[in-house]
């Protein structure tokens, strides 16, 4: 995370913002060794879980009731 005095962002608050914008990474901004603001794009979640990640891209393609293996082997593995 970018790290940006508050004097440099009062000289370039366009610039900054900007670039906030193309890279959707939050830029913080300090004075005097104080964090004062963090500046976060509205579309990027603060905090992304990965629960739920791979929601919709899962693809079922063949038979998934029907055993992986011919019944003759179950018998021998029941033995």
Same mark, same amino acid.
């Given at each position: 995370? %970018?790290? =940006? $005095?508050? @004097?440099? @962002?009062?000289?370039?608050?366009?610039? #900054? +913002? &900007?670039?906030? #914008?193309?890279?959707? $990474?939050?830029?913080? =901004? *300090?004075?005097? !060794?104080? @964090?004062?603001?963090? /500046? +976060?794009? =509205?579309?990027?979640?603060? $905090?992304?879980?990965?629960? !739920?990640?791979? *929601? !919709? &891209?899962?693809? =079922?393609?063949?038979? /998934? #009731?029907?055993?992986? %293996?011919?019944?003759? &082997?179950?018998?021998?593995?029941? %033995?």
């Amino acid at each position: 995370m %970018e790290e =940006i $005095q508050l @004097f440099n @962002f009062e000289n370039n608050v366009h610039g #900054i +913002v &900007n670039s906030v #914008i193309n890279s959707h $990474q939050p830029v913080m =901004i *300090r004075d005097k !060794g104080k @964090f004062l603001v963090k /500046i +976060v794009p =509205i579309s990027y979640p603060e $905090q992304e879980s990965w629960l !739920g990640c791979m *929601r !919709g &891209n899962g693809k =079922i393609t063949e038979d /998934i #009731i029907s055993p992986a %293996e011919d019944t003759d &082997n179950w018998k021998v593995l029941s %033995e």
